[in-house]
């Protein structure tokens, strides 16, 4: 079964530059959630759509930041423009909606913003 | 000049052993939690999980205990193997119809051949 399908995998970048990264979830989950994960402040909520319609975007940094989803198996995360304390692991996970369901990561984007 | 990041607490258990991963969490209003398994490289990989109606459900080789008088749930490894080395986060959900869930700061474990 695939899982969570994030891509690029790594992205190294100048810092003003216009970072997108893209996440497919799970088949039939409709809830779906980014993350970022540093050393400094641990795996933090970033935002989480459910059914396509962001319900918490209280976790996004600033208004650099921005999350679409326009349909059930596809969504981005853009930065723009992007800055060197942006670099960090950014996670997509999605779970089946309903309430106490686990989410099921991906394996993540590694940036770096130079 | 060093940076400072956070300090993963580090469980140190020889192969073959049992390992108890610990994990406190502070809302008595939690009703779901999640022990997840990060290796180095990947996502979160979802172990156990546990509802608040329960205080003990079991895997293969893993179990996890939930004590909600003092808020407190763990995770038993039996007969820990190398490929058990990672870091492991607890999660909670903090009650509601939200699936949004409070992840812990990870526990370190290494297994020692």
């Known amino acids: 079964d695939a899982g969570v399908i994030q891509s690029p995998r790594h992205e190294v970048t100048e810092m003003g530059q216009e970072v997108t990264l893209r996440c497919k979830p799970i088949s039939g989950h409709n809830s779906l959630f980014w993350y970022r994960q540093t050393m400094m402040r641990g795996l933090e909520l970033l935002i989480y759509?459910?059914?396509?319609?962001?319900?918490?975007d209280s976790g996004m940094p600033e208004d650099r930041f921005s999350a679409k989803m326009p349909n059930a198996s596809f969504s981005t995360l853009k930065i723009q423009p992007s800055e060197p304390r942006d670099s960090a692991v950014y996670f997509c996970?999605?779970?089946?909606?309903?309430?106490?369901?686990?989410?099921?990561f991906g394996d993540g984007t590694r940036l770096s913003i130079l | 000049g060093e940076s400072v990041g956070l300090h993963l607490p580090t469980l140190s258990v020889q192969e073959g052993d049992n390992s108890i991963i610990n994990c406190a969490y502070s809302n008595s209003a939690s009703d779901y939690f999640i022990w997840y398994k990060q290796e180095s490289g990947k996502g979160p990989q979802f172990i156990i999980d546990i509802r608040s109606n329960m205080d003990k459900r079991q895997g293969q080789r893993v179990t996890v205990l939930l004590n909600k008088t003092v808020k407190h749930l763990s995770l038993q490894i039996a007969a820990t193997q190398p490929g058990d080395s990672a870091v492991y986060f607890c999660?909670?959900?903090?009650?509601?119809?939200?699936?949004?869930?409070?992840f812990g700061t990870g526990t370190l474990l290494a297994v020692q051949p």
């Open positions: 996970a999605s779970s089946s909606g309903t309430a106490n369901q686990p989410q099921h």
């Open positions: 999660a909670e959900n903090r009650g509601g119809a939200t699936n949004k869930l409070i």
């Open positions: 759509f459910n059914n396509n319609v962001p319900i918490d």
